[in-house]
């Protein structure tokens, strides 16, 4: 994963003008002339656009790149479904496309393409038909990257609660991975391996920043547990606990006064003492300091 992650890097850096600028634009402008045709003409009128395994063996090699263009809604009512999800798609895939740069924006996608594509004709060879239409999980997959990329951004959900994206991502795995087992159970292989494959892509793009981010993670973990690690807050709590058992929060290691008996006494630590010894400013500068 690591070298495949590092070519992706190293082509992106090398073929700057590779890709299509604004890719998302036509991908969603794909979608919505498809949509119409399917609410004005039926969706037979578009059939001829889908991956189906048969016909691309015939020649209609057209159909190994026009799938990406079923929005996967169909009617009048599913209209508002539609432009939440091709606005949301946009937003991302040219967030993406300002942060990575055309050239590994653009690779991010047609790989994901070309992996549905091959797994479409895996699956055609092995069971003589497979069916895909539209790049559902490829477009939801781009959720994930930029969760990755931006991970305390805040969406605003039904329009009114802020809901930070890295938590909104595991929403999107938890719909993954129910897609891949009621696939299963249905005995779709095909519908269960998309998913996958779609996941798989973002890993091989993001295969760094997730070790590196399981790594930071673990020596946190480490950093935590050590002994040498002071807990601030639970230090406090204990200062606190043994200040309200003692009733004073400062004495004096020469007087015993104390700062609830003299709460105007001003008390200090001495430095040159070893350990912490507190005294009042009567006898900060006049005491025989401790040589524990």
Not at 42 to 47: H, M
Request: hydrophobic share 50%; charged share 15%; net charge positive.
């Amino acid at each position: 994963m690591k070298k495949l992650n590092r070519a992706v890097d190293r082509f992106a850096y090398s073929h700057p003008n590779f890709g299509i600028p604004n890719l998302m634009m036509y991908v969603v402008v794909g979608n919505v002339i498809v949509y119409l045709l399917t609410v004005f003409a039926g969706y037979g009128a578009v059939s001829f656009l889908t991956f189906d395994w048969h016909a691309v063996t015939r020649g209609e090699i057209w159909r190994l790149v026009t799938f990406i263009f079923f929005p996967g809604y169909y009617s009048l009512n599913q209209a508002i479904w539609l432009v939440f999800f091709l606005h949301l798609y946009y937003m991302i895939g040219t967030t993406l496309e300002r942060e990575w740069g055309t050239a590994k924006f653009s690779l991010y996608y047609i790989s994901g393409v070309v992996l549905t594509v091959v797994v479409g004709a895996v699956m055609g060879l092995v069971s003589g038909s497979a069916r895909i239409a539209g790049a559902h999980y490829i477009n939801l997959s781009m959720f994930f990257a930029f969760a990755m990329l931006y991970p305390d951004t805040r969406f605003l959900i039904f329009f009114i609660i802020p809901v930070k994206v890295k938590w909104l991502a595991w929403i999107d795995a938890a719909y993954f991975a129910l897609q891949v087992l009621l696939s299963l159970l249905g005995g779709n292989l095909l519908g269960a391996l998309l998913p996958v494959i779609a996941i798989l892509n973002f890993i091989v793009f993001f295969w760094t920043n997730i070790t590196d981010e399981i790594a930071w993670r673990r020596g946190w973990a480490k950093h935590q547990t050590s002994h040498q690690t002071i807990q601030f807050k639970a230090a406090a709590r204990q200062q606190k606990k043994r200040e309200e058992e003692r009733g004073y929060r400062h004495k004096c290691a020469v007087c015993g006064r104390t700062d609830t008996e003299w709460p105007d006494l001003e008390f200090r630590y001495c430095s040159r003492c070893q350990g912490y010894h507190c005294f009042c400013q009567e006898h900060i500068f006049n005491h025989v300091h401790f040589n524990e």
